[in-house]
């Protein structure tokens, strides 16, 4: 297997739409993916949040993330987030969700953080990655998410 390169959406935006068909195929098809591409568009900073990553396996595109001021509206007190984690499924036991968190934790860590929050439905899958369960919070569709908090002082 190639290595795994994390690379800053902004300085490879020839990478934009896969990212953009992606966020919008996992999270966000109910609505048009123009409102994706847009604020893809716009969370693509080199050097201060919103940043956006892109894993690739040589010259191919294989997963991406996020890093925000915010992904819970109802949560505004806290700050910054990890969002967006996503590996396409071919590529999916190969580590590379991990190494994606990792970018976000150093970018966030550069920037001066102490702290990186989630959300999530999913079970299990971030404790083993060292997060830490805060609370279920109430989603504008009636369920529930998980929010997780990763300490950066560690």
């Not at 896969?18 to 999270?27: A, D, L, R, S």
């Not at 984690?85 to 953080?113: C, D, F, M, T």
Request: net charge negative; aromatic share 12%.
């Amino acid at each position: 297997m190639m290595g795994i390169q994390i690379i800053n959406l902004a300085d490879r935006m020839e990478y934009y739409e896969t990212v953009c068909q992606w966020i919008w195929k996992q999270w966000a098809s109910d609505k048009p993916i123009e409102n994706v591409r847009y604020a893809v568009s716009h969370n693509s900073q080199t050097d201060r949040v919103p940043m956006t990553f892109v894993a690739l396996e040589g010259e191919e595109a294989v997963g991406t993330v996020s890093f925000w001021m915010n992904d819970l509206s109802f949560r505004q007190d806290l700050s910054p987030w990890l969002a967006c984690l996503y590996v396409s499924e071919e590529h999916r036991g190969k580590g590379i969700p991990r190494e994606l968190q990792n970018r976000v934790i150093e970018e966030a860590k550069k920037l001066g953080y102490n702290e990186l929050y989630l959300i999530t439905t999913h079970d299990d899958y971030y404790e083993r990655s060292g997060w830490d369960f805060i609370e279920r919070a109430p989603k504008p569709s009636g369920d529930f998410t998980k929010i997780y908090r990763k300490d950066l002082t560690i």
